[in-house]
C-alpha cells in the first residue's frame, strides 16, 4: 500500500468529521435530552443541568465543523462541489438547525415569560435533532455514491446519527450530574443506557441498509483495517451502557467517544481510496501538491496548538477554574 | 413571476451580499475588542484600579455574546460557498481555500482562548488571566489576514496555472499574497479598529451627554476614543493607496468608483451623482482634472474610463452608481472621522485634558455607527465593484451559481432573513438587558463598597 500526500489530508478530513461527531455529538446530544426533558420540574433541573454543561465549550464545537469544510474544498475541491451541487436541500436543513440553536440557546438566557422560555427550549431542542440528522444524512448520501439527498442510505445514517448524538450527550451529562447535581445521576444514567441500546438496534438496522444498498461498503468495513473501529464500537456500546448500569463510573465517557468516534473512522476507512464510491478517488479529487502541503502544514498546526489549548480549556474545566461570568459581573 | 423561473443568480447574489454584510458588523467587535479589553484590564491591573477591571470584565462579556453570534454566522458563510457557488469552489478552491485554512487555524485559537478569558475571570490568578488573554488579538488579526487573503485573492487572482491537461497548478506564497492583500489588509485591520474604538466610546460619549461624569465614564471614553482617533487619520491615507493601487490592478472597478465613462486625462473628480446608460453624469458636483491628479499627481495623468471595458467584462450603470456612491459614503465619513480625531488631539494636547464641549461628544456619539456605515460602504464598492466578475478576469459570478432552483435559493433567502431578524433582536435585547443590570449593580455597588475584578 503507497502512502501519498492526499491520503494524509483525506485522514485529516475523517479526523475533523470525527472530532465535530463526537464532540460536536455531546453537545446536540445535551440538546435532544433538553427536548425530551419534558415540563415537570424534574425536567427544568435537567435543563438547568444541560445549560450550565454545555455554556463553556459550545462555540468551540463549531471549529472542527468549519475545519472539515474547509480542509474539504481546499483539499478536494471536486468533492465539494460534487457534493454541494446535488445535496444542498440537506446542507441548508443541518445549517437551519444550527443556526436556530445557537440563536435559541442564547434567547432561553433572557426569555423573560413562561411561554417565551417554553418557545426557546423547544425550537433549541429540535434544532439539536436537525443538524445531527441532516449532516449524517449527507454522509450516507456520499457513502451511496449516488449523491441522492433522499434515499434509504442517508435516512439510515441520519437514524444512526440521532442515536449515537443521544448516547454521547447522556453519557456526558451523567458526568457533569456526577459533578453539580448529583440528584440528576440516575436520571441520566437511565437515558444513557437506553440511548446505548437505541444505538445498537438502529445501528444494526443501518448495517442491513448498507448490505442491501451498498454491498461493497460493507465488504470494506469487515475486510479492511476498518474492521477494528468496527468492532470497537461493537463491542464498546454495550459495555458502557453495562458500567453505567452497575453503576460503575470510570472511563465510561473516554468509552462513549471511542465507540461513537470509532463508527465514523469505520465509514471512512471502509470507503477509502473512494471520496465518492464508485466514481472519485482521494487521489483523482486531490488539489495541487502545493495546497495539500499547506493543509498538512495546517493540521499539524491544529495538532500542535489547538491540541494542547483545547486540553488547556478542558483541564480548567474540569478543574473548576471557569465559571460563568453572567452570576458576577 | 419571471423571477422565480429565472436561474438563480439573482437571489444567490442577494443572500451573498445579505449574509456578509450582517456577518461583518460582529466582525470589528470580534477582532478588535479583545485588545481594549486586554488595555483595560492592563491599567486595571497596573494601577489596582478596580473602575477599569469591572469595564474589561464587561466588555468581555459583550465579546462574548458576539463572538457567539459571529461564530454561527460566519458557519452559514463557509457552507454558502459551498451551496451558491459551488463550482467557483471546484474549480479554484484550491487557490481560494489556502485563506481560510489559515483562519480555521485562527479561529480555533480564538474560540479556546475566549472561552478561558471568559469564564476565568474569578478563579485563574490575575496575570495568568491577563496572559491567557493575550493569545486573543494576535488570532484575531492571523483569522482576520485569512479571510482577506481569500478575498484579494478573487479580486487579485494569483499563483494558478493551467496545465496543459487542464488541471491547476499552485504557486502557494503567490496565491496567498496577492497584490490586493497589501492594502486590503492594513486598510480592513485600521477599519474594525477604529469602528470598535469608536463604537466603545461612543457609549460612553452618550452617557456623557447624559450627564455622567465620573471616572468610570471618563476611561471608558478615554482609553477607547484614543485608540480610534489614532487610527482614523492613518486610514485615510491608507484608503488612498487603495484607490491609486486599483487603478493599475482593477480599472473597471476603478472607473465605477468614479463613474468615469472615457478613459481621459484631465478628468473631473465626480462627488455625488449618477451615471446613465449613454455615459453622462447627471447631477452631483464635478471637481475639474482632480481625479487625474489624485491618480497621477498632475491633471495630465490619465484615468481609465467604463467603456473601454466590453459590456459583460464591468459592471453594469446601476452596479456602478452603487459602488460610486458607496465609495462617496464612505470616503466622505471617513473624512469626517479624521477630522474629529484631529479636534480630540488639538484639545488633548493644548489642555492636557478631555474635550468638554458638547458638541464634540455628540460627534463623537455618532462616531461608531459612522464607522460601520464606512465598514459596509467599503464592501459594497470592494463586492459590487467586482462585478461581474467572482474571480477578477478569470470566472463570471453566473458561471459560478449553483444548479439550484431560483425558486429555492429565495426561499432559503427569505428564511434566512427571519432567523437573522430575530438574532438580531436577540441580541440587542441581550445586549440592553445586560447594560440595564450593569447600571443597577452600579448603584448597588456604591452602597456596598464591593470591588469587582479577578482576585488581587
Ligand atoms: C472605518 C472604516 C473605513 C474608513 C474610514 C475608510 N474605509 Fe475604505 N474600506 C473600508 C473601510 C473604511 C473597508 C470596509 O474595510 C474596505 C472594504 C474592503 C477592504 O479591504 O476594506 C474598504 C475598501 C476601500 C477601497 C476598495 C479596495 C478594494 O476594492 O480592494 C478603497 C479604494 C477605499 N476603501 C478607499 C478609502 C478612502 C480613500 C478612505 C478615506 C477617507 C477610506 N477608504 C476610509
Ligand atoms: C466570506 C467571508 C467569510 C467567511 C466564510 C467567514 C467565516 C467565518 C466562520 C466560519 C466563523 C466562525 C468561526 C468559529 O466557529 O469560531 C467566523 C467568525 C468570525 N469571522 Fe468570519 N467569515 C468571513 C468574513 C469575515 C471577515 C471579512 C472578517 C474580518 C476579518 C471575519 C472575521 C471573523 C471573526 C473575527 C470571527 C469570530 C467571531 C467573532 O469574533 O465575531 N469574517 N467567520
Ligand atoms: C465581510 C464583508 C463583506 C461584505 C459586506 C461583502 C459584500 C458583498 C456584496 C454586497 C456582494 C454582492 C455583490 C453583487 O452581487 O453585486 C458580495 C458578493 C460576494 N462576496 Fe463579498 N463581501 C464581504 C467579504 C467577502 C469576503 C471576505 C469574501 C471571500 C473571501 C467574499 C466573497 C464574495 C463572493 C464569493 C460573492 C458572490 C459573487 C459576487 O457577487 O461577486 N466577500 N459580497
Known amino acids: 500500500m503507497r502512502i501519498v500526500l492526499s491520503d494524509v489530508i483525506a485522514a485529516a478530513l475523517l479526523l475533523a468529521i470525527t472530532a465535530y461527531s463526537t464532540a460536536g455529538g455531546v453537545d446536540f446530544g445535551a440538546g435532544i435530552w433538553d427536548l425530551l426533558a419534558g415540563r415537570g420540574s424534574r425536567g427544568e433541573q435537567a435543563r438547568e443541568l444541560i445549560d450550565h454543561a454545555m455554556a463553556p465549550v459550545w462555540e468551540v464545537n463549531n471549529v472542527w465543523l468549519v475545519l ?87 435516512v439510515a445514517f441520519g437514524l444512526v446519527s440521532l442515536a449515537a448524538t443521544a448516547f454521547s450527550g447522556a453519557s456526558f451529562l451523567v458526568g457533569d450530574a456526577r459533578r453539580h447535581a448529583p440528584e440528576l445521576v440516575d436520571y441520566f444514567r437511565r437515558r444513557a443506557i437506553a440511548a446505548a441500546l437505541a444505538l445498537m438496534g438502529v445501528g444494526t438496522i443501518g448495517l442491513v441498509v448498507v448490505a442491501a444498498e451498498r454491498r461493497e461498503l460493507l465488504t470494506g468495513m469487515v475486510t479492511t483495517l476498518a474492521l477494528p473501529f468496527v468492532l470497537a464500537t461493537v463491542v464498546l456500546t454495550p459495555l458502557v451502557a453495562g458500567l453505567l448500569w452497575r453503576r460503575v463510573f470510570k472511563l465510561y465517557r473516554l468509552l462513549t467517544v471511542t465507540a461513537v468516534g470509532s463508527m465514523v473512522i469505520a465509514w471512512g476507512v471502509a470507503q477509502s481510496p473512494y471520496l465518492l464510491p464508485g466514481r472519485l478517488t482521494i487521489e483523482q479529487a486531490a488539489a495541487p501538491t502545493a495546497t495539500q502541503v499547506v493543509l498538512v502544514v495546517v493540521a499539524l498546526g491544529v495538532a500542535l496548538v489547538v491540541g494542547p489549548a483545547i486540553g488547556l480549556l478542558l483541564f480548567l474545566d474540569q478543574r473548576s477554574l471557569l465559571e460563568s461570568p453572567e452570576a458576577h459581573s | 413571476m419571471r423571477w422565480l423561473a429565472a436561474d438563480a443568480l439573482l437571489p444567490s447574489r442577494i443572500q451573498m451580499a445579505f449574509t456578509l454584510g450582517y456577518h461583518i458588523l460582529l466582525v470589528p467587535l470580534g477582532v478588535a475588542l479583545p485588545t481594549l479589553t486586554l488595555l483595560m484590564e492592563g491599567i486595571g491591573l497596573a494601577r489596582r484600579d478596580p473602575v477599569a477591571l469591572r469595564l474589561a470584565r464587561r466588555w468581555s462579556v459583550v465579546m462574548a455574546v458576539q463572538f457567539a453570534v459571529g461564530a454561527v454566522t460566519g458557519t452559514i458563510l463557509s457552507f454558502e460557498f459551498g451551496i451558491l457557488w459551488p463550482k467557483m469552489l471546484g474549480r479554484f478552491g484550491a487557490a481560494f481555500g489556502l485563506g481560510f485554512a489559515v483562519e480555521g487555524l485562527a479561529f480555533f485559537l480564538e474560540a479556546v482562548f475566549i472561552g478561558i478569558y471568559l469564564y476565568g475571570w474569578t478563579r485563574l490568578p490575575p496575570r495568568l488571566h491577563f496572559l491567557f488573554g493575550l493569545v486573543l488579538p494576535p488570532s484575531g488579526l492571523l483569522g482576520a489576514f485569512g479571510v482577506l487573503a481569500a478575498n484579494s485573492w478573487m479580486n487579485t487572482p494569483g499563483g494558478v496555472t493551467v496545465t496543459p491537461s487542464g488541471a491547476l497548478d499552485v504557486d502557494v506564497w503567490a496565491a496567498l499574497f496577492t497584490r490586493a492583500l497589501g492594502y486590503e ?151 469626517a472621522g479624521a477630522l474629529l480625531a484631529l479636534w480630540y488631539f488639538a484639545v488633548l494636547l493644548r489642555r492636557r485634558r478631555l474635550p468638554d464641549s458638547t458638541w464634540f461628544y455628540r460627534f463623537a456619539a455618532l462616531a461608531g455607527l459612522g464607522s460601520y456605515i464606512c465598514v459596509e460602504a467599503g464592501w459594497v464598492t470592494t463586492e459590487v465593484g467586482r462585478q461581474p466578475w467572482i474571480v477578477y478576469g478569470a470566472m463570471r459570478v453566473s458561471d459560478a451559481v449553483t444548479d439550484a432552483p431560483a425558486a429555492y435559493v429565495w426561499t432559503m433567502l427569505s428564511v434566512l432573513v427571519a432567523v437573522y431578524a430575530l438574532i438580531a433582536f436577540f441580541f440587542v435585547r441581550l445586549l440592553l438587558g445586560l447594560s440595564a443590570r450593569w447600571r443597577r449593580d452600579d448603584t448597588a455597588e456604591v452602597e456596598q463598597g464591593v470591588p469587582y475584578g479577578p482576585r488581587a
Open chain 2, 185 to 335: 489588509f492594513w486598510h480592513f485591520t485600521l477599519a474594525i479598529y477604529i469602528t470598535c474604538s469608536f463604537a466603545v466610546a461612543s457609549l460612553y460619549a452618550l452617557a456623557w451627554l447624559r450627564g455622567r461624569r465620573d471616572h468610570y465614564q471618563r476611561l471608558g471614553f478615554g482609553v477607547p476614543f484614543t485608540v480610534g482617533a489614532a487610527l482614523a487619520p492613518v486610514q485615510v491615507l491608507v484608503g488612498d493607496l487603495a484607490a491609486r493601487a486599483l487603478v493599475a490592478h482593477q480599472p473597471a472597478k476603478f472607473a465605477a468608483m468614479e463613474i468615469n465613462w472615457t478613459t481621459r486625462d484631465h478628468n473631473p473628480e465626480v462627488i455625488g451623482g449618477l451615471l446613465d446608460s449613454s455615459g453622462h453624469v447627471n447631477l452631483g458636483l464635478s471637481l475639474p482634472s482632480l481625479d487625474s491628479i489624485l491618480v497621477g499627481y498632475s491633471p495630465n495623468a490619465v484615468a481609465p474610463g467604463l467603456s473601454a471595458f466590453a459590456d459583460n467584462a464591468r459592471p453594469s450603470i446601476l452596479e456602478s452608481n452603487l459602488t460610486h456612491l458607496s465609495f462617496d459614503l464612505m470616503v466622505g465619513l471617513g473624512s
Open chain 1, 68 to 154: 472539515a469544510i474547509v480542509v474539504c474544498w481546499t483539499g478536494f475541491p471536486a468533492l465539494f462541489q460534487a457534493a454541494f451541487l446535488n445535496l444542498y436541500p440537506l446542507y441548508t436543513l443541518a445549517l437551519l438547525g444550527l443556526i436556530l440553536r445557537g440563536a435559541f440557546f442564547a434567547f432561553r438566557h433572557v426569555a423573560g415569560t413562561e411561554s417565551e422560555r417554553g418557545i426557546a427550549n423547544l425550537v433549541f431542542g429540535l434544532s439539536s435533532v436537525l443538524t445531527p440528522f441532516f449532516f449524517a444524512a449527507s454522509l450516507g448520501a456520499i457513502a451511496s455514491g449516488r449523491l441522492e439527498p433522499f434515499g434509504p442510505l442517508p
